[in-house]
């Protein structure tokens, strides 16, 4: 069973800066392509980033491309999301997932077996 805990969404200011983490533990947690998404009230999840095991390969939504960037830690076995530029707009409950497999779905939420239970980002003055 591969357990995810995602934390560090708190209320922010437009322009201001967060960082989420996402802890995980489990069989070979370290070794699982790490996705993180995204959900405000009435919208579907959608795909923020993603991550491959080895932290060598990153994607990005275009919403989100050059205000964000992921990356982990598998001495940790932990995965951040570093946002930046904040906007009204990225108000949401943000997830991390993980899969076994990275590509060009990476930031679908199907290619994901296993979800967090999220952490609320609230973007607000």
């Known amino acids: 069973q591969l357990q995810i805990v995602e934390s560090g969404g708190t209320l922010v200011q437009p322009g201001g800066s967060l960082r989420l983490s996402c802890a995980t533990s489990?069989?070979?947690?370290?070794?699982?392509?790490i996705g993180w998404f995204r959900q405000a009230p009435g919208k579907e999840r959608e795909g923020v980033s993603c991550i491959s095991s080895g932290g060598d390969m990153t994607k990005y939504a275009d919403s989100v491309k050059g205000r964000f960037n992921t990356s982990r830690d598998n001495g940790k076995r932990t995965v951040y999301l570093q946002m930046s530029s904040l906007k009204f707009e990225d108000t949401a409950v943000y997830y991390c997932?993980?899969?076994?497999?990275?590509?060009?779905?990476?930031?679908?939420?199907?290619?994901?077996?296993?979800w967090g239970q999220g952490t609320q980002v609230t973007v607000s003055s």
């Open positions: 489990g069989f070979n947690s370290d070794r699982y392509a």
């Open positions: 997932a993980a899969g076994r497999a990275y590509g060009s779905g990476c930031l679908e939420t199907y290619e994901y077996d296993y």
